[in-house]
C-alpha cells in the first residue's frame, strides 16, 4: 500500500497540541466545468467541509500519526463557477480509546479533472474558531473522549495566515465518504423543565436544532438509549450524554457534525423556553448496500431486519462496537460484524479496510492494542488471535488474496509471539500486566479487575482453557493462508491433561477454578478436544456459566462441527434470545441479553457483535 503525496502541506493554526480545539479555514477556487471536481482531505482530528455554504463532506481521524489516510470526496455538485471553501477541524489532543494523540493539522488539495484548483498551504486563512469552547474537554467516556460546548451568541473573528507544518504523504482510505441524512421525525413534548424528544428508535447522527429563543441562555442537550423512570438519563454511571448549546436571542439553527450521538430519547434542558421548530437528529451512516433477505416466519424476519439495521448503527468511519459510549474498533467485535456483513451487505471494500487499519495496531510486545487505534491502551490477547480469524474469514467469503500480504507481518509476529510463551508444560499462561485476559462478560471471564493493575500488582500464575482452546483453533486457520505448520498436538495433549474433569465429562475454565463454562468448553470443540459427548454436556450440564450473547458464535459453530443436526436447536435459540429484546420494544440488540436491566444503565442497547442472526439465518437458511 504506497503513500500518495498530495499537493498540499500540512496547515495549522495555534498550539497544533491544543486540546478540544476548532480551528476554522477558509479559501476560494474557480472551476472551468471541464470535468468532475475532486476533494483530498486528511485531518487531525475530526473535519467538516463546506462549499457554497453547503456540507460536502467530514469524517473523523480514524488512523495512526505514522499511517495518515486521506478521503477522497467529490464536490461538483456543489460547485459553480467561483466557489467558497471553508473547512473546520476539530484536534481531540487527548489519549482515547479511539485516537491517539497527535498535533492537530489539515491537508487538502482539489482538482477538476488533472488540473489543481486549490491546496492547502499558508495562504490558506485560519483562525481558532470563536464559537465553540475550546479547551472544554467535558468527557463523555474515556473510551470516547469529548462532548462540547457551542456558543452562538459570539461574535465573528478575523482569520490570519495559516501555519505551514511539513509535507502532505497519506494513504487513502478506499471507503466512501459517510452519508448525512434528512432530520428524523422527532415527537416533541414540553415539560416544566424543558423538551422530551422521542426519535421513535434508535438513531445515530448529528445533534440538529431550529428554534426561536426569547433571549439568550443556555440549553444542556441530555441523549439516552433508555428511560429511567420515564426520564432520559443523560449522566448514568461515569457517563456523560450531555452537549451544550448557548442559544442567541431570536432565530438558532445549529447542526454539529463533529461528534455523532447515538440513542432514542433527548431531553432539552432549557430555563426561558424556547419556540422549536425542529430538535433532534440527522442520521449518518455508511451507503452499504443490503442484500434484502426475505423470510416466512414473521420473527425471524423481525429479527434479521433488526440485526441489519444494528450493524447500520455500528459503522461509520470503521466498525464500531457501539454508536454510543464508545464508537470503537475491536477486533473481536468487528469479528462478528463482518462475518454478518458478508451475507447482509454487498461487496467486501469495508471489512478489508477495517482489516487494514486494525493491522497497523500491533504493539512492541507483539500483540495487538485493545482497540484502532488507541490511545489508551489494555491490550487483550484473545482478540489478537480473533484478529487471524477475521483475516482467514476474510480470505475466504472474499477469495481477495491481495489482502494477505499487507497484513501478512501482522500475523506472523502475533503467531510468534504466542509460540514464545509455550510453557514447559505445554500451555499459554494467562498474560500479566499491562494485559486484560479478556473472554466475554461473565463470571471468571471478564477478569475486569485487569484493567486497573499496575507492573507491581500480583496475581497467581493460571492458564485459561479458552485462550489455549483459541491459539490451536486459529493456528489452523493461519497454516491454510500461509503454508506454514504450526505444532499443536502437545497443547492438545496438556490441555487434556490439565483441565479435563473426568466425572464431568467437560473441560473447567481454568487450572485455578473447578468451574466450567460454554464459551471455554465450545472452543476446545473447535479446537478438536471434544466430541458429541462433550456437545451435549455444554447445553445439559446445570452448572454451565451461558455463553454471552457476543459469543454464541462460538457455541454454535462448535455444535454443527460435531453435527449438522444442532441446526434447529441453534435457530430456535436464537429466536428465545431475541424475541425477548423485541418484546422489550427494542429497535436495536443489546450488549448482553438483559442490558436493559443493568441497574447502573451504562450497558449499550445497540452493539454490533449482538447481530449474529443476520450471519446463522443466512448459513442455517431459516
Same mark, same amino acid.
Given at each position: 500500500?504506497?503513500?500518495?503525496?498530495?499537493?498540499?502541506?500540512?496547515?495549522?493554526?495555534?498550539?497544533?497540541?491544543?486540546?478540544?480545539?476548532?480551528?476554522?479555514?477558509?479559501?476560494?477556487?474557480?472551476?472551468?466545468?471541464?470535468?468532475?471536481?475532486?476533494?483530498?482531505?486528511?485531518?487531525?482530528?475530526?473535519?467538516?467541509?463546506?462549499?457554497?455554504?453547503?456540507?460536502?463532506?467530514?469524517?473523523?481521524?480514524?488512523?495512526?500519526?505514522?499511517?495518515?489516510?486521506?478521503?477522497?470526496?467529490?464536490?461538483?455538485?456543489?460547485?459553480?463557477?467561483?466557489?467558497?471553501?471553508?473547512?473546520?477541524?476539530?484536534?481531540?489532543?487527548?489519549?482515547?480509546?479511539?485516537?491517539?494523540?497527535?498535533d492537530g493539522f489539515l491537508l487538502f488539495d482539489i482538482y477538476e479533472g488533472t488540473n489543481l484548483?486549490?491546496?492547502?498551504?499558508?495562504?490558506?486563512?485560519?483562525?481558532?474558531?470563536?464559537?465553540?469552547?475550546?479547551?472544554?474537554?467535558?468527557?463523555?467516556?474515556?473510551?470516547?473522549?469529548?462532548?462540547?460546548?457551542?456558543? #452562538?451568541?459570539?461574535?465573528?473573528?478575523?482569520?490570519?495566515?495559516?501555519?505551514?507544518?511539513?509535507?502532505?504523504?497519506?494513504?487513502?482510505?478506499?471507503?466512501?465518504?459517510?452519508?448525512?441524512?434528512?432530520?428524523?421525525?422527532?415527537?416533541?413534548?414540553?415539560?416544566?423543565?424543558?423538551?422530551?424528544?422521542?426519535?421513535?428508535?434508535?438513531?445515530?447522527?448529528?445533534?440538529?436544532?431550529?428554534?426561536?429563543?426569547?433571549?439568550?441562555?443556555?440549553?444542556?442537550?441530555?441523549?439516552?438509549?433508555?428511560?429511567?423512570?420515564?426520564?432520559?438519563?443523560?449522566?448514568?454511571?461515569?457517563?456523560?450524554?450531555?452537549?451544550?448549546?448557548?442559544?442567541?436571542?431570536?432565530?438558532?439553527?445549529?447542526?454539529?457534525?463533529?461528534?455523532?450521538?447515538?440513542?432514542?430519547?433527548?431531553?432539552?434542558?432549557?430555563?426561558?423556553?424556547?419556540?422549536?421548530?425542529?430538535?433532534?437528529?440527522?442520521?449518518?451512516?455508511?451507503?452499504?448496500?443490503?442484500?434484502?433477505?426475505?423470510?416466512?416466519?414473521?420473527?425471524?424476519?423481525?429479527?434479521?431486519?433488526?440485526?441489519?439495521?444494528?450493524?447500520?448503527?455500528?459503522?461509520?468511519?470503521?466498525?464500531?462496537?457501539?454508536?454510543?459510549?464508545?464508537?470503537?474498533?475491536?477486533?473481536?467485535?468487528?469479528?462478528?460484524?463482518?462475518?454478518?456483513?458478508?451475507?447482509?451487505?454487498?461487496?467486501?471494500?469495508?471489512?478489508?479496510?477495517?482489516?487494514?487499519?486494525?493491522?497497523?495496531?500491533?504493539?512492541?510486545?507483539?500483540?495487538?492494542?485493545?482497540?484502532?487505534? #488507541?490511545?489508551?491502551?489494555?491490550?487483550?490477547?484473545?482478540?489478537?488471535?480473533?484478529?487471524?480469524?477475521?483475516?482467514?474469514?476474510?480470505?475466504?467469503?472474499?477469495?481477495?488474496?491481495?489482502?494477505?500480504?499487507?497484513?501478512?507481518?501482522?500475523?506472523?509476529?502475533?503467531?510468534?509471539?504466542?509460540?514464545?510463551?509455550?510453557?514447559?508444560?505445554?500451555?499459554?499462561?494467562?498474560?500479566?500486566?499491562?494485559?486484560?485476559?479478556?473472554?466475554?462478560?461473565?463470571?471468571?471471564?471478564?477478569?475486569?479487575?485487569?484493567?486497573?493493575?499496575?507492573?507491581?500488582?500480583?496475581?497467581?500464575?493460571?492458564?485459561?482453557?479458552?485462550?489455549?482452546?483459541?491459539?490451536?483453533?486459529?493456528?489452523?486457520?493461519?497454516?491454510?493462508?500461509?503454508?506454514?505448520?504450526?505444532?499443536?498436538?502437545?497443547?492438545?495433549?496438556?490441555?487434556?491433561?490439565?483441565?479435563?474433569?473426568?466425572?464431568?465429562?467437560?473441560?473447567?475454565?481454568?487450572?485455578?477454578?473447578?468451574?466450567?463454562?460454554?464459551?471455554?468448553?465450545?472452543?476446545?470443540?473447535?479446537?478438536?478436544?471434544?466430541?458429541?459427548?462433550?456437545?451435549?454436556?455444554?447445553?445439559?450440564?446445570?452448572?454451565?456459566?451461558?455463553?454471552?450473547?457476543?459469543?454464541?458464535?462460538?457455541?454454535?459453530?462448535?455444535?454443527?462441527?460435531?453435527?449438522?443436526?444442532?441446526?434447529?436447536?441453534?435457530?430456535?435459540?436464537?429466536?428465545?434470545?431475541?424475541?425477548?429484546?423485541?418484546?422489550?420494544?427494542?429497535?436495536?440488540?443489546?450488549?448482553?441479553?438483559?442490558?436493559?436491566?443493568?441497574?447502573? #444503565?451504562?450497558?449499550?442497547?445497540?452493539?454490533?457483535?449482538? #447481530?449474529?442472526?443476520?450471519?446463522?439465518?443466512?448459513?442455517?437458511?431459516?
Amino acid at each position: 500500500m504506497k503513500r500518495c503525496i498530495l499537493e498540499g502541506t500540512r496547515i495549522w493554526q495555534g498550539d497544533p497540541e491544543a486540546k478540544d480545539t476548532y480551528v476554522d479555514f477558509k479559501g476560494s477556487f474557480r472551476t472551468e466545468g471541464t470535468g468532475r471536481v475532486f476533494l483530498r482531505i486528511s485531518a487531525d482530528s475530526n473535519y467538516t467541509v463546506w462549499v457554497n455554504g453547503q456540507v460536502a463532506g467530514f469524517s473523523g481521524c480514524a488512523d495512526y500519526p505514522d499511517f495518515r489516510r486521506f478521503d477522497r470526496i467529490e464536490l461538483t455538485k456543489f460547485c459553480r463557477e467561483e466557489n467558497e471553501l471553508r473547512i473546520t477541524v476539530w484536534h481531540y489532543g487527548i489519549q482515547t480509546q479511539t485516537y491517539l494523540s497527535a498535533d492537530g493539522f489539515l491537508l487538502f488539495d482539489i482538482y477538476e479533472g488533472t488540473n489543481l484548483l486549490l491546496k492547502s498551504d499558508r495562504h490558506i486563512l485560519s483562525r481558532i474558531n470563536p464559537f465553540y469552547r475550546n479547551g472544554y474537554c467535558k468527557s463523555i467516556s474515556p473510551q470516547l473522549g469529548c462532548s462540547f460546548f457551542y456558543d #452562538a451568541t459570539k461574535s465573528e473573528t478575523p482569520y490570519q495566515e495559516s501555519v505551514e507544518q511539513g509535507p502532505g504523504l497519506a494513504h487513502w482510505r478506499e471507503q466512501k465518504p459517510l452519508r448525512l441524512k434528512a432530520p428524523v421525525k422527532a415527537k416533541i413534548t414540553p415539560s416544566d423543565k424543558g423538551y422530551f424528544i422521542d426519535l421513535g428508535k434508535e438513531t445515530v447522527g448529528f445533534f440538529f436544532l431550529e428554534a426561536d429563543s426569547p433571549e439568550e441562555q443556555l440549553l444542556t442537550v441530555f441523549y439516552s438509549e433508555r428511560l429511567i423512570g420515564g426520564k432520559v438519563n443523560g449522566r448514568p454511571g461515569w457517563l456523560d450524554f450531555s452537549l451544550e448549546y448557548k442559544a442567541k436571542k431570536g432565530e438558532n439553527r445549529y447542526l454539529n457534525t463533529f461528534r455523532r450521538i447515538a440513542g432514542r430519547y433527548l431531553f432539552i434542558e432549557c430555563p426561558k423556553g424556547l419556540n422549536i421548530r425542529y430538535a433532534g437528529v440527522c442520521p449518518t451512516d455508511y451507503p452499504l448496500v443490503e442484500t434484502h433477505r426475505k423470510f416466512a416466519d414473521p420473527l425471524v424476519q423481525k429479527i434479521y431486519d433488526t440485526s441489519v439495521y444494528t450493524l447500520r448503527c455500528c459503522l461509520h468511519e470503521h466498525y464500531e462496537d457501539c454508536p454510543g459510549r464508545e464508537q470503537a474498533l475491536y477486533a473481536m467485535d468487528s469479528r462478528n460484524q463482518m462475518l454478518c456483513g458478508y451475507f447482509a451487505f454487498r461487496g467486501s471494500a469495508y471489512q478489508r479496510s477495517n482489516l487494514v487499519l486494525i493491522s497497523k495496531g500491533l504493539r512492541p510486545d507483539g500483540l495487538l492494542s485493545i482497540c484502532f487505534p #488507541a490511545g489508551m491502551d489494555y491490550p487483550i490477547p484473545f482478540f489478537s488471535l480473533v484478529y487471524v480469524m477475521q483475516v482467514y474469514e476474510y480470505l475466504s467469503y472474499t477469495k481477495d488474496q491481495s489482502l494477505l500480504p499487507i497484513v501478512r507481518g501482522t500475523l506472523d509476529t502475533i503467531m510468534k509471539t504466542f509460540r514464545s510463551r509455550i510453557e514447559e508444560n505445554g500451555l499459554i499462561a494467562s498474560f500479566e500486566y499491562p494485559f486484560w485476559n479478556f473472554y466475554e462478560w461473565t463470571d471468571l471471564s471478564h477478569n475486569a479487575s485487569q484493567i486497573g493493575r499496575t507492573k507491581e500488582d500480583k496475581t497467581p500464575k493460571q492458564y485459561d482453557l479458552s485462550l489455549n482452546c483459541m491459539y490451536i483453533y486459529v493456528a489452523d486457520m493461519y497454516d491454510k493462508m500461509t503454508g506454514e505448520h504450526t505444532e499443536t498436538e502437545g497443547m492438545k495433549k496438556a490441555i487434556k491433561e490439565h483441565f479435563f474433569l473426568a466425572d464431568k465429562g467437560i473441560y473447567r475454565i481454568d487450572t485455578l477454578h473447578d468451574r466450567y463454562s460454554q464459551l471455554s468448553n465450545s472452543l476446545a470443540l473447535l479446537a478438536g478436544l471434544g466430541d458429541r459427548e462433550l456437545a451435549k454436556n455444554i447445553l445439559t450440564d446445570p452448572d454451565m456459566i451461558p455463553v454471552s450473547l457476543s459469543m454464541t458464535t462460538f457455541l454454535y459453530d462448535g455444535l454443527l462441527k460435531t453435527d449438522s443436526g444442532y441446526r434447529d436447536f441453534i435457530l430456535e435459540n436464537i429466536k428465545t434470545k431475541y424475541k425477548k429484546m423485541l418484546d422489550a420494544g427494542t429497535t436495536t440488540f443489546w450488549e448482553n441479553e438483559d442490558s436493559i436491566l443493568d441497574s447502573k #444503565a451504562v450497558e449499550s442497547l445497540c452493539h454490533g457483535w449482538s #447481530a449474529l442472526p443476520a450471519y446463522y439465518f443466512h448459513i442455517l437458511e431459516a
